[in-house]
């Protein structure tokens, strides 16, 4: 296909969803629900269907030389089966936010004023070679009363469709038009500019990889977009912060799983409190196999700690190796994460009850926490139930995005033939 | 000033701006409301000064020809500037959103999660030579502790920068950094794109206009624009609709103030009551000199109606004309409503139970109503204060934006050391 009839295959699914969504809008919490349900049977008895489709994906990442670390992501193992079918049925079970009516005020002219939650319309999802974000996302968008197109990583196309093909099986099945949930059948990457230009039927973009893909979609894209860049998150031990908390925190908040977006990037101390502080942290943040960059002081205290260089701060290493640096005092802590951070979590330590509010107020992040691992930013954690992905940016969603922030909320008038003055 | 220059110049304005709302952000409700009624009493004693700024606009205006509603518009007269004042009181008065905290919620874990409102950081307005809007505009933002940075209309800078000095006059006088309200001093037309490129500064872009200056800022900006199209408002009568109501809502919705987004531009009538409504209806909103165009059947019953070409189905016509539609029933008109519709407002004439959740549930737009005049939908009358805009999209806002929707949230957690399992 040329850019031509990319665009207009992209331009007549974009349509189709769009009429799509206005039927989904309308439908029970009970009929979504036995979608969801009956989808998870169709993912245990097509499993081997499901196989097939995958291994071609394999093979052809295998003849192209994807890294072992790609496979992993591409393959649909009995374990991510599970877990899609896990997925699909703890949303069966959430609340349906669609419909729920809350601020309900009478006004002077004699109105009565209120919000209504209602779907977004047409949510857009792009995002790379992980088929199992296919059932993920087309799930939570049902379930929020939402069509969805999706355009996942060309590596996974053959899993992509044969996932969206079970889904629009069991749409049809329960009389819901199949073009609620769409796999663009096209691997050219002028299939994500295509969708961008959907402005007319795509109320939402939601883009899920690497910093590359984000900013392509965000310059590109004359639809809002809800994005999340990267996460550099920060602990500032404070200087009446307690050592056990500060190790333990320390320690979580950096290795329980390095490669995430909640996980430590850098460490901020006191100075008052770094001499006891550090050498203790240091010493299992090193037995557990971090390598710790520091500012001269930290490295002054600590043999073991490494000069960082210049780039060193501010960046977003996702494995086992982070910052150090000393500080004077809060102000300078909250100051470097207002340059440094990128506005996901920001964690002090501490037992002050003026600090920890003074903290909790100024420092501006998704998630600011007291005494607490960063690891906690997490829609699950956060009690929103599954996650669609982390907003970093403050327009419509500002952390963990659950169904809630698939919908917004209309304005409804009662009225009772009121006419304005 | 070449375009590079003003890149600069603008960027050093949007960068100190960001710097100022961080100051602005952790200001008390007090100093805030202390900024805006000292400002109100510089409005009252610096009348002569505007004036004469103002005079210097006008005098270039009528020079180059502006027309008399343009220059009504510039014109900051007593009760212009009286509007203002009293803006500034009323907006003094609001309760403040920041730092309002809901939800906190224990989770299994320990730990304590809640969301905290906080400003959106440094907002962007663009608009037309009505500097009025720079006072009203630059006091809401404030209240909600952002930062603002103004791009009115090239024929008002004079009345822009001399209103917007007054201001800066005032927060110096408070210690708080002037640079928290900036007006952009700059008439060329590349203004507006080099304030769009501050992505790294500047959270949310607001254009206030006509529909082509929208469109150019939301295809021109990769930072999220909270936009209002327009207002193609639409009254449908059921079939069982009382008369009287509808008349009345008719009549106010299209005639109280015919120019603005909230006026009625379209009525779908029952098939059923469209014998008894539409006489009725006409009368009255002939006498008032609106123009009705209709459809074949709409014709057929009152001669006064002359038939609608196709372009006027869905025009918005911000003057004393509106199409006219008999529908076979309610599907019909929610269908015609979702086509021609400009989600802003939407209203139902019935004393169905039934019919009325049916359309408040399905029919999208930013405000729904049941008997009751278009014209309500409107930031005072919703009971929101003062309005910044209405927004017909749906991500972040949907309807009136007042100062809740100049904030968003983050998720604020309280800890006593816990980590993930």
Redesign the interface.
Known sequence: MDNNEIDQLVTAMAEKGRAAA?KL??LSTAVKNDILLATAEQLKTQRDFIRTENEKDLAVGREKGLSPAMLDRLELSDKVIASMIQGLEEIAALPDPV?EVDDM?R?P?G?T?GR?R?P??VVGMIYESRPNVTIDAAALCLKAGNGVLLRGGSEAIHSNLALAGLLQKVLEAHAVPKEAVQVIPVTDRYGVNAMLAQEAFV??IIPRGGEGLIRFV??NS?I???KHYKGVCHLYIDESG?I??GV??A???KT?RPGVCNALEGMLVHKAIAERFLPAAAKELLAAGVELLGCEQSCALVPEITPAADSDWGTEFLELKMVVKVVDDMDAAMAYI?QHGSQHTEVIVTESYVNSQRF???V??????????S???DGG???LGAEIGIST????A???MGLEELT?????????????Q
């Open positions: 206005r809008a309308a419909g005020k006004r002219s109105i004023v209504m209602v977004l319309g109320d939402v965000t310059e004359s809002p977009v809800l307690d056990d908390k333990r925190i320690m979580n908040s329980q207002a909790l107020r100024e501006d992040a998704s998630a600011v926490m007291i005494n607490a691992s690891r906690f930013n954690q956060f009690g940016t403050k327009l419509h500002y952390g963990p917004t909320k209309k304005f409804i008038v009662y009225g009772q033939g009121e006419v304005r």
